[in-house]
Protein backbone atom coordinates (compact mmCIF):
# COMPACT_ATOMS: atom_id res chain seq x y z
CA UNK A 1 0.00 0.00 0.00
CA UNK A 2 1.89 3.31 -1.28
CA UNK A 3 0.00 6.66 -0.06
CA UNK A 4 2.97 9.33 0.39
CA UNK A 5 1.71 11.59 -2.08
CA UNK A 6 -1.46 9.97 -3.81
CA UNK A 7 -4.26 10.97 -1.73
CA UNK A 8 -3.15 14.49 -0.85
CA UNK A 9 -2.50 15.10 -4.72
CA UNK A 10 -6.55 13.75 -5.09
CA UNK A 11 -6.00 9.96 -6.25
CA UNK A 12 -6.84 6.71 -4.22
CA UNK A 13 -3.49 5.14 -2.61
CA UNK A 14 -1.98 2.68 -4.52
CA UNK A 15 -1.75 -0.99 -3.64
CA UNK A 16 1.52 -2.96 -5.13
CA UNK A 17 1.33 -6.76 -4.89
CA UNK A 18 3.68 -8.83 -4.39
CA UNK A 19 2.03 -12.12 -4.67
CA UNK A 20 1.26 -11.26 -8.48
CA UNK A 21 4.72 -10.29 -9.39
CA UNK A 22 6.78 -12.24 -7.44
CA UNK A 23 4.83 -15.32 -9.97
CA UNK A 24 6.57 -13.47 -12.91
CA UNK A 25 10.04 -12.19 -11.39
CA UNK A 26 12.68 -13.02 -8.76
CA UNK A 27 12.57 -10.61 -6.24
CA UNK A 28 16.13 -10.09 -7.26
CA UNK A 29 14.89 -8.32 -10.38
CA UNK A 30 13.11 -5.46 -8.56
CA UNK A 31 15.20 -5.11 -5.30
CA UNK A 32 18.86 -5.37 -7.53
CA UNK A 33 18.41 -4.54 -10.58
CA UNK A 34 16.11 -2.09 -10.51
CA UNK A 35 17.23 -0.62 -7.08
CA UNK A 36 13.90 -0.66 -5.14
CA UNK A 37 14.72 -0.31 -1.45
CA UNK A 38 13.10 -3.60 1.21
CA UNK A 39 11.46 -0.43 3.28
CA UNK A 40 7.48 0.29 2.31
CA UNK A 41 7.70 4.68 2.02
CA UNK A 42 11.64 4.24 1.50
CA UNK A 43 11.32 4.58 -2.44
CA UNK A 44 10.39 8.28 -2.78
CA UNK A 45 9.57 8.00 -6.04
CA UNK A 46 6.55 10.17 -8.37
CA UNK A 47 4.10 9.86 -10.93
CA UNK A 48 6.72 11.78 -13.27
CA UNK A 49 9.52 9.00 -12.50
CA UNK A 50 7.23 6.29 -13.61
CA UNK A 51 5.75 7.77 -16.57
CA UNK A 52 9.62 8.42 -17.67
CA UNK A 53 10.59 4.50 -17.13
CA UNK A 54 11.76 4.47 -13.77
CA UNK A 55 10.57 2.34 -10.82
CA UNK A 56 7.39 0.46 -11.38
CA UNK A 57 7.80 2.38 -14.78
CA UNK A 58 10.92 0.16 -15.94
CA UNK A 59 8.18 -1.93 -16.59
CA UNK A 60 4.63 -0.60 -16.73
CA UNK A 61 6.06 0.53 -19.95
CA UNK A 62 3.45 -0.83 -22.46
CA UNK A 63 6.04 -3.39 -23.53
CA UNK A 64 6.61 -5.82 -20.20
CA UNK A 65 3.52 -4.61 -19.37
CA UNK A 66 0.71 -2.19 -19.65
CA UNK A 67 1.47 1.67 -19.53
CA UNK A 68 0.55 3.96 -16.97
CA UNK A 69 -2.02 5.44 -18.78
CA UNK A 70 -4.27 2.78 -16.97
CA UNK A 71 -4.35 4.67 -13.62
CA UNK A 72 -7.21 2.59 -12.01
CA UNK A 73 -5.02 -0.45 -12.05
CA UNK A 74 -1.96 0.75 -9.56
CA UNK A 75 -4.63 3.90 -7.89
CA UNK A 76 -7.11 0.88 -6.57
CA UNK A 77 -6.92 1.53 -2.94
CA UNK A 78 -9.29 2.64 -0.08
CA UNK A 79 -9.04 6.44 0.86
CA UNK A 80 -7.72 7.20 4.39
CA UNK A 81 -4.73 4.18 4.58
CA UNK A 82 -1.39 5.02 5.45
CA UNK A 83 1.26 3.01 3.58
CA UNK A 84 2.37 0.12 5.20
CA UNK A 85 2.70 -3.39 4.27
CA UNK A 86 -0.13 -5.37 4.60
CA UNK A 87 -1.37 -9.19 3.89
CA UNK A 88 -1.26 -12.91 4.98
CA UNK A 89 2.93 -12.89 5.64
CA UNK A 90 2.22 -9.92 8.54
CA UNK A 91 3.33 -10.69 11.72
CA UNK A 92 3.61 -7.58 13.15
CA UNK A 93 6.43 -6.36 12.36
CA UNK A 94 7.93 -2.80 13.84
CA UNK A 95 5.27 -0.87 15.69
CA UNK A 96 2.88 -3.10 15.47
CA UNK A 97 3.48 -5.20 18.83
CA UNK B 1 -4.14 -12.12 0.66
CA UNK B 2 -4.81 -15.10 3.06
CA UNK B 3 -6.47 -14.91 6.62
CA UNK B 4 -6.96 -17.90 8.28
CA UNK B 5 -7.01 -20.74 5.60
CA UNK B 6 -8.55 -19.05 2.55
CA UNK B 7 -7.99 -16.02 0.28
CA UNK B 8 -10.42 -13.20 0.26
CA UNK B 9 -11.54 -11.15 -2.38
CA UNK B 10 -9.75 -7.88 -3.36
CA UNK B 11 -13.26 -6.38 -2.77
CA UNK B 12 -13.21 -7.49 0.70
CA UNK B 13 -9.59 -7.29 1.85
CA UNK B 14 -10.20 -3.82 3.63
CA UNK B 15 -7.17 -2.13 1.18
CA UNK B 16 -8.89 -2.18 -2.28
CA UNK B 17 -11.50 0.28 -3.11
CA UNK B 18 -14.51 -2.11 -3.24
CA UNK B 19 -16.70 0.98 -5.12
CA UNK B 20 -13.21 1.69 -7.37
CA UNK B 21 -12.97 0.40 -11.11
CA UNK B 22 -9.76 -1.68 -10.29
CA UNK B 23 -11.61 -4.62 -8.13
CA UNK B 24 -13.45 -5.73 -11.40
CA UNK B 25 -10.46 -6.37 -13.80
CA UNK B 26 -7.36 -7.13 -11.21
CA UNK B 27 -6.88 -10.79 -10.58
CA UNK B 28 -8.35 -12.64 -7.66
CA UNK B 29 -5.57 -13.79 -5.72
CA UNK B 30 -7.60 -17.64 -5.16
CA UNK B 31 -7.29 -17.64 -8.78
CA UNK B 32 -3.77 -17.79 -9.48
CA UNK B 33 -2.49 -18.87 -5.98
CA UNK B 34 -4.77 -21.85 -5.88
CA UNK B 35 -2.83 -23.59 -8.38
CA UNK B 36 0.43 -23.57 -6.78
CA UNK B 37 1.63 -25.92 -4.01
CA UNK B 38 -0.20 -25.17 -1.12
CA UNK B 39 1.49 -24.14 2.78
CA UNK B 40 -0.88 -23.26 5.98
CA UNK B 41 0.69 -19.66 6.86
CA UNK B 42 1.14 -16.65 5.15
CA UNK B 43 0.20 -16.26 1.66
CA UNK B 44 -0.18 -20.10 1.40
CA UNK B 45 1.84 -20.40 -0.92
CA UNK B 46 5.62 -22.76 -0.77
CA UNK B 47 6.88 -20.41 -3.09
CA UNK B 48 10.23 -22.40 -3.18
CA UNK B 49 8.90 -25.54 -3.74
CA UNK B 50 6.40 -24.19 -6.92
CA UNK B 51 9.24 -22.70 -7.85
CA UNK B 52 11.79 -25.70 -7.82
CA UNK B 53 8.82 -27.87 -9.79
CA UNK B 54 8.33 -25.15 -12.30
CA UNK B 55 4.55 -24.40 -11.70
CA UNK B 56 5.93 -20.92 -12.12
CA UNK B 57 8.80 -19.08 -13.72
CA UNK B 58 9.81 -16.16 -12.49
CA UNK B 59 11.97 -13.87 -14.75
CA UNK B 60 15.36 -13.45 -12.85
CA UNK B 61 16.31 -10.19 -15.25
CA UNK B 62 15.47 -7.65 -17.34
CA UNK B 63 19.14 -6.61 -18.64
CA UNK B 64 20.42 -9.16 -20.40
CA UNK B 65 23.89 -8.68 -19.17
CA UNK B 66 22.93 -8.76 -15.30
CA UNK B 67 24.90 -11.43 -13.68
CA UNK B 68 22.52 -13.89 -12.19
CA UNK B 69 24.49 -15.40 -8.77
CA UNK B 70 23.59 -18.39 -6.96
CA UNK B 71 25.33 -19.64 -3.66
CA UNK B 72 24.70 -23.22 -2.48
CA UNK B 73 26.17 -23.35 1.79
CA UNK B 74 23.67 -23.38 4.33
CA UNK B 75 25.13 -21.90 7.50
CA UNK B 76 23.86 -22.97 11.26
CA UNK B 77 22.85 -20.09 13.27
CA UNK B 78 21.85 -19.83 17.27
CA UNK B 79 24.44 -22.33 18.06
CA UNK B 80 24.08 -21.93 21.69
CA UNK B 81 20.16 -20.86 22.57
CA UNK B 82 17.35 -23.53 23.32
CA UNK B 83 15.60 -23.54 20.34
CA UNK B 84 17.23 -25.87 17.68
CA UNK B 85 19.56 -24.64 15.68
CA UNK B 86 18.44 -22.48 12.66
CA UNK B 87 19.95 -23.63 9.37
CA UNK B 88 19.48 -20.95 6.79
CA UNK B 89 19.91 -21.95 2.82
CA UNK B 90 21.52 -19.77 0.68
CA UNK B 91 20.63 -21.89 -2.32
CA UNK B 92 16.73 -21.30 -2.10
CA UNK B 93 17.43 -18.07 -0.87
CA UNK B 94 19.68 -17.19 -4.30
CA UNK B 95 17.03 -18.60 -6.27
CA UNK B 96 14.94 -15.66 -5.78
CA UNK B 97 17.42 -12.63 -4.01
CA UNK B 98 20.76 -11.36 -5.16
CA UNK B 99 23.38 -11.28 -2.64
CA UNK B 100 23.56 -7.51 -2.16
CA UNK B 101 19.95 -8.03 -0.90
CA UNK B 102 21.48 -9.77 2.14
CA UNK B 103 25.11 -8.52 2.00
CA UNK B 104 26.73 -6.49 4.04
CA UNK B 105 23.69 -4.55 5.21
CA UNK B 106 22.12 -7.11 7.07
CA UNK B 107 24.58 -10.23 7.21
CA UNK B 108 28.09 -10.09 6.97
CA UNK B 109 29.22 -12.93 3.95
CA UNK B 110 31.51 -15.24 7.60
CA UNK B 111 29.84 -17.60 9.29
CA UNK B 112 29.38 -16.48 12.73
CA UNK B 113 29.91 -12.70 12.57
CA UNK B 114 26.61 -11.50 13.01
CA UNK B 115 24.84 -10.81 16.05
CA UNK B 116 21.73 -11.91 15.77
CA UNK B 117 18.61 -11.69 17.79
CA UNK B 118 15.29 -13.19 17.70
CA UNK B 119 13.97 -10.04 19.28
CA UNK B 120 15.17 -7.73 15.89
CA UNK B 121 13.70 -10.27 13.58
CA UNK B 122 10.51 -10.14 15.36
CA UNK B 123 10.60 -6.40 15.11
CA UNK B 124 11.58 -6.55 11.30
CA UNK B 125 15.04 -6.92 11.11
CA UNK B 126 17.53 -9.35 9.89
CA UNK B 127 15.31 -12.26 8.33
CA UNK B 128 12.55 -10.70 9.62
CA UNK B 129 12.86 -8.29 7.02
CA UNK B 130 11.57 -10.50 4.63
CA UNK B 131 9.77 -12.64 6.56
CA UNK B 132 6.96 -11.54 7.91
CA UNK B 133 6.50 -9.54 5.51
CA UNK B 134 7.19 -11.27 2.01
CA UNK B 135 8.10 -14.40 2.99
CA UNK B 136 6.43 -17.16 5.38
CA UNK B 137 5.95 -15.43 8.01
CA UNK B 138 7.40 -15.74 12.09
CA UNK B 139 4.84 -17.83 13.07
CA UNK B 140 6.77 -20.99 11.72
CA UNK B 141 9.04 -21.20 13.85
CA UNK B 142 10.87 -24.51 13.15
CA UNK B 143 11.08 -23.69 9.69
CA UNK B 144 14.22 -21.65 10.53
CA UNK B 145 14.89 -23.55 13.85
CA UNK B 146 15.30 -26.60 11.91
CA UNK B 147 17.88 -28.56 12.79
CA UNK B 148 17.75 -30.34 16.23
CA UNK B 149 20.63 -30.15 18.78
CA UNK B 150 22.96 -33.18 19.49
CA UNK B 151 21.41 -35.07 22.03
CA UNK B 152 17.75 -33.35 21.73
CA UNK B 153 15.59 -35.96 21.01
CA UNK B 154 13.92 -36.32 17.83
CA UNK B 155 14.72 -34.52 14.91
CA UNK B 156 11.90 -31.78 14.26
CA UNK B 157 10.46 -31.55 10.74
CA UNK B 158 11.02 -28.67 8.71
CA UNK B 159 7.70 -28.91 6.71
CA UNK B 160 4.73 -26.39 8.69
CA UNK B 161 4.05 -27.01 12.62
CA UNK B 162 2.16 -23.90 13.53
CA UNK B 163 2.71 -22.50 16.55
CA UNK B 164 0.92 -19.31 17.72
CA UNK B 165 2.94 -16.06 17.76
CA UNK B 166 4.67 -15.35 21.30
CA UNK B 167 4.47 -19.07 21.89
CA UNK B 168 6.44 -20.02 24.87
CA UNK B 169 9.82 -22.25 23.37
CA UNK B 170 10.77 -25.29 24.58
CA UNK B 171 13.28 -25.48 27.14
Keep these: ?97 | MAWGDEWVSLRKDGIHDPRGPAVRVLQEPEVALSKLTPDTAGNMVRWVQSLEKGEINPRANLRPDTKIRLYESDVLLNLKGGMPIVRFPHRQHTLWLDCTNCHDHLFKAEAGATKFSMLKILEGEQCGVCHGAVSFPLTECFRCHSVARPGDGKPRPSLPIAIPAGAVPPK
Design chain 1, 1 to 97: MLNRRAEKEGVRPVIFPHWFHRIRFRCKVCHAELGFKMRVGSNDFKMSDIVEGRFCGACHNGEIAWPPDQCDLCHSGKRGLPTGIVGGHETGGPGRW
